[in-house]
């Protein structure tokens, strides 16, 4: 088993990465497992650009649950994630392209309407900008975009929402422009600066995004416009790059003021940016420049009330609380500075602490009474979210810079290791690597691809054998054939496979199955298909094709549940697909949605290649070819069985008759898993015996159900919990398990029928759960022995944080110059002793109880224990002793 590991703490620019690996003699018997590192996989996480919550305080917030974070990244990838009551789980990525980045995001919420007396929800939007002429609107369920609207000449630099109107808005601010007096505009639309001065309006009214009109042209001394607020629904202030900030009126385009910031500082530019500009809650104006101060200014007579040298340099970001009393910057200096107002209305410096490794870039709060933090961004890339009420008291918490799938994936028995970002793959071979001597570099890159199209990778896979590497894009979906070069050379050739047009289409999921013979692709719009695939001749003659007729799976119809900003008439957020698995002898898929529902699908009849290819089953019994019209869509019946099953080789997929039974969880699932089964599979050498299961009796049926496997707590073909789960309830794990704050990114399974063991790790970015003969558990306690120190993983949630500060710790909070509480210890017992990249470093065991001190400090030892994010938990097997790859 290898666990691939990020360095963290680390400018990713500078790719050093670290990758440990189990090992063991086979897949389903591993007696011992040994932990290598390296550093060959130089995954690069995109650095953070901008923030966005999807509202900013209970009392816009709607009434169901469907707060969410957007965070762009400079690669143009958009990641949502769910605050779900300060767990903090990604739930989706919308993928950019090749030059691609995002500057800008904002969300607005349609209208709320009144239906027989019931309050409906308003849909929520996304937008975003990256540096083009265009403004892009999302679309929620499928993450594609949706439209685009051109404000004409010069680049969008900046971009914000108008505020949701509410029932004082009309009385003091009047009606919008363009309306009637007594039906006011009562949506949000959009105000663009662009790169040559000018502020664009784009309505958004009828479910629709376009330009509207120019609010100011280009002004003769052209200056960028770098930011831009709402003051209310109709003013808006806007910042430039000649030391200028002016206030709009966007309903007929007037000036109402110019605000001058004065020269800049002695020996630098004579121009002051005005980076950033944010209101509080009275109207007072808060702007960040690159003479690092911000500047409070009266928002009625634009007088200047105060002015506060923050930072060393620039401020790039600002954010004010919902209550008007404090703000936060964040500059180039690296440094996050917490402003509070004092009973005079003064303001002071309350925090300053340098809480990311590089420049911070965006900063975006929520409040309400469980929530109450701020989220701060840069590039280091990694989202920081600290409490705003509860400051001083709870700790910040830093969230995973990794995705949440792994972008990682193996060939078990060629022990080849293959991870892809962005538009690239690349795959190496692993080295066996079985002396505990200190051994020279035993992998090799053999094989990278780059995509030509432009959109970034949203899934890859590869299959058990390597021989065929799938990968979509939310455009289209390849597969590659992977075989050896000729003269005995340890590169990979590759080959593109021919793909029925109807699986060209883009998808947001790709799967093998362990067997090798099936493709399961979710489409961007959650629709599951399959695929057959056939393997004809070995080496370089050897022949790869996907059979035309593709397997339409269709999921279960559910009535809407819950109808909020992300469910409603309009489509299902929640049914939004976002994880598969098929069991390990191939015969049950199962798929799960953002709202914690399953899919699930049996793989009947026995495989017979002597049967014809392709056949279709009628409601008569007789049996026909097909052709892709003939294939129902996955939401046409909800019965248990499609009535004309496509039968492939003697086999076809029908819905699990006891799917209904399988309980929806309260949230999204993190991982998908079978338990592996560790009886022999019975291999059938002539096809079927004694009747062809198709020739005589084309629909046939499989009276033998998958045995042994598990879908986690649930068994999949009962449509119950398991026995295992009952008698384990989560109340019962271990207390330092279920105090972990990391979300769970996946699992590995350590399954051997002689000596019988059945034993399952978890691991997240910062944790991992190994048994307890491993030394990773307490003896005692049977409790998970987290690396690293325990306390900044281990801790009591409370406003969506990091867990309440300890009293030992509280002295240190907000201290500069010290950094945070315990930082030098940590860096200094925690660092790595061996930091060339140009061999692997030597196995190390996992510390028992004897290498972690009461405070949850790992103690120094002869060995490395750093502990860094775990990219994927790809799987190699040993081939012998005298294995040498």
Known sequence: ILLIQIHHGRPPSLNRHELHALSGSSSLDLNSMDIHRSRFVPYPPAAITTLAFSHVTSTNRGLGNDVRLAVGRANGDI????PLRGDWV??????????????????????????????????????????????????????????????????????????????????????????????????????????????????????????????????????????????????????????????YDIRNGRLIRNITLGAGLPGGPKETLVWQVKCLTG???????????????????????????????????????????????????????????????????????????????????????????????????????????????ENRRTLPRLPQHSPVMSAPSQRLLATWWNRDVLIWRVGSGQSHERPTKNWKLISRLVMKSEENISSASLSSDGRILAVSTVAEVKLFHLYPA??????????????????????????????????????????????????????????????????????????????????GTWGSYNRTLNRLAFSSDSSVLVVNDLGGSFDSWILEGHEDLTAASIDKVTSNGASHSTSPS???????????????????????????????????????????????????????????????????NPHAHSNQKPSGEHLFEFDVLKGQLTDWSRRNPTASFPVRWRSVMDRTIGCVWDISSEPRRERLWMYGNNFDSPPKDSGGFDSESQTVVASGRAEDILLEKRSGGGGPVRDKDRENVGDASEGPPNSKLKRAELEDIDEDEGIELPRVQRPGNGDVDTNGLLVKTDQAFKYRSILGPPEVVFAGPHDRD
């Open 630 to 696: 003939d294939s129902g869509s996955d939401n046409e019946s909800d019965g248990d069985e499609d009535p004309h099953p496509i039968v492939i080789y003697g086999q076809h997929w029908t819905r699990n008759p006891n799917n209904r039974l399988l309980p929806a969880l309260d949230s999204v699932p993190l991982v998908l898993s079978f338990r592996p089964s560790t009886q022999p599979i019975r291999v059938l050498t002539n096809g079927n015996p004694a009747v062809h299961p198709t020739r005589h």
């Open 283 to 393: 109207g007072d104006i808060v702007s960040g420049n690159s003479n690092g101060e911000i500047q409070i200014w009266d928002g009625k007579t634009y007088s200047q009330r105060q002015r506060i040298v923050g930072h060393k340099s620039d401020i790039l970001a600002l954010a004010t609380a919902s209550d008007g009393k404090t703000i936060f910057s964040g500059g180039t200096d690296m440094r996050t500075v917490i402003y509070k107002q004092d009973t005079q209305n003064r303001w002071t410096r309350a925090y300053n602490e340098k809480i990311h490794e590089h420049e911070v870039k965006a900063f975006a709060t929520f409040q309400d009474r469980k929530i109450d933090v701020v989220v701060s961004g840069g590039i280091d890339a990694s989202p920081i979210v600290m409490p705003i009420k509860h400051f001083g008291s």
């Open 90 to 247: 990604q739930e989706n990525i919308f993928r950019g392209g090749r030059s691609r980045t995002v500057d800008g995001l904002a969300w607005i919420q349609e209208p709320d309407e009144t239906v027989a007396g019931k309050v409906i929800e308003g849909r929520l939007r996304l937008f975003s900008i990256g540096y083009s002429h265009s403004i892009t609107e999302w679309d929620l369920h499928s993450g594609v975009p949706l439209r685009d609207a051109s404000g004409g000449g010069s680049a969008i630099w900046c971009m914000a929402s108008q505020p949701r109107m509410n029932k004082t808005t009309v009385r003091k601010e009047g009606p919008d422009q363009d309306q009637d007096q007594n039906q006011p505009f009562r949506g949000q639309n959009l105000v663009a600066g662009c790169a040559d001065g000018s502020l664009i309006l784009f309505s958004t009214a009828d479910d629709d995004l376009r330009f509207a009109r120019y609010i100011t042209r280009a002004p003769t001394k052209k200056a960028q416009a770098l930011c831009i607020t709402f003051q209310d629904r109709n003013k808006i202030v806007a910042g430039y790059a000649n030391s200028f900030m002016r206030v």
């Open 486 to 567: 000729a003269g005995g050379s340890r590169f990979l050739r590759v080959r593109k496979i021919r793909v029925p047009e109807r699986l060209q289409k883009g998808a947001r999921l790709v799967q093998f199955s362990p067997n090798g013979n099936w493709v399961a692709v979710v489409s961007n719009a959650s629709d599951v298909t399959v695929a057959r695939i056939i393997l004809e001749g070995s080496g370089s003659d050897e022949v790869v094709t996907i059979l035309s007729e593709i397997v339409p799976l269709r999921r279960t119809l559910k009535s809407l549940q819950t109808q909020d900003g992300l469910n």
């Open 79 to 82: 990641e949502i994630w769910n």
